[in-house]
């Protein structure tokens, strides 16, 4: 069965940078979306950035310009290179993987991880 992981979080001083990881495991063949949501104490799941299997990406407006995400789809990997850091980035941050290609039986449609916490402070 797919799963989805990710790493890379850790605490920071303000300006500093994290880059985080995510892993879509199962059938090879399978094909995925990925996004990343974040979560503050208090606070809703907000969306972060995604990019599609064709390579397009977004992201929202409180990380743009700061924050890049990329993809290997021959590993199903997505990286989240997050720079000048701010308080207010703090929270826990979920990968989520969306099924592009592939049959949902082996592959899953809808995935999160069980997040990555990013403390940063002043």
């Known amino acids: 069965q797919v799963q989805v992981m990710e790493s890379g979080g850790g605490s920071v001083q303000a300006g500093g940078s994290l880059r985080l990881f995510c892993a879509a495991s199962g059938y090879p063949y399978c094909k995925y979306d990925m996004s990343w949501y974040r979560q503050a104490p208090g606070k809703e799941r907000e969306f972060v950035s995604g990019?599609?299997?064709?390579?397009?990406?977004s992201y929202a407006d409180s990380v743009k310009d700061r924050f890049t995400i990329s993809q290997d789809n021959v590993n199903n990997t997505a990286y989240l290179q997050m720079n000048s850091l701010k308080p207010e980035d703090t929270a826990m941050y979920y990968c989520?993987?969306?099924?592009?290609?592939?049959?949902?039986?082996?592959?899953?449609?809808?995935?999160w991880g069980q997040g990555t916490q990013v403390t940063v402070s002043s």
């Open positions: 990019i599609v299997s064709a390579g397009s990406t």
């Open positions: 989520k993987a969306a099924l592009h290609f592939g049959v949902v039986a082996l592959c899953g449609d809808n995935r």
